[in-house]
Nanobody, 117 residues
Framework: QIQLTESGGGLVHPGGSLRLSCVPS????????QGWYRQAPGLERELVAE???????NYASSAKGRFTISRDNSNNALYLQMNSLRLEDTAVYSC???????????WGEGTRVTVSS
């Protein structure tokens, strides 16, 4: 089992920045892929950025050039630096981690990001 705890969300003005964190616990070295998704009110959950099983980085087109995903390889903590935030970035951001052992995907509870003037 892998547990994930996100933090770093909050209220920010357009153009501002936030840094989200996702700290895993449990079988943290079983993580083979991990990333960030978000869900805005009334919309489907969508990928923001991720490290794939092949250690490639994928970004949503809306995130490219503004968001940066990174991780601490010592404990597989995951981060999302978000710059130049827009009103449409308002959402609950959740991190996921996939276990190599059985392919299961684990989710955190999410952290809310509100971009408002």
């Amino acid at each position: 089992q892998i547990q994930l705890t996100e933090s770093g969300g909050g209220l920010v003005h357009p153009g501002g920045s936030l840094r989200l964190s996702c700290v895993p616990s449990g079988k943290i070295f079983d993580i083979v892929a991990q990333g960030w998704y978000r869900q805005a009110p009334g919309l489907e959950r969508e990928l923001v950025a991720e490290f794939t099983r092949g250690n490639k980085i994928n970004y949503a087109s809306s995130a490219k050039g503004r968001f940066t995903i990174s991780r601490d390889n010592s404990n597989n903590a995951l981060y999302l630096q978000m710059n130049s935030l827009r009103l449409e970035d308002t959402a609950v951001y959740s991190c996921y981690a996939q276990s190599w052992e059985n392919g299961m995907i684990f989710w955190g509870e999410g952290t809310r990001v509100t971009v408002s003037s």
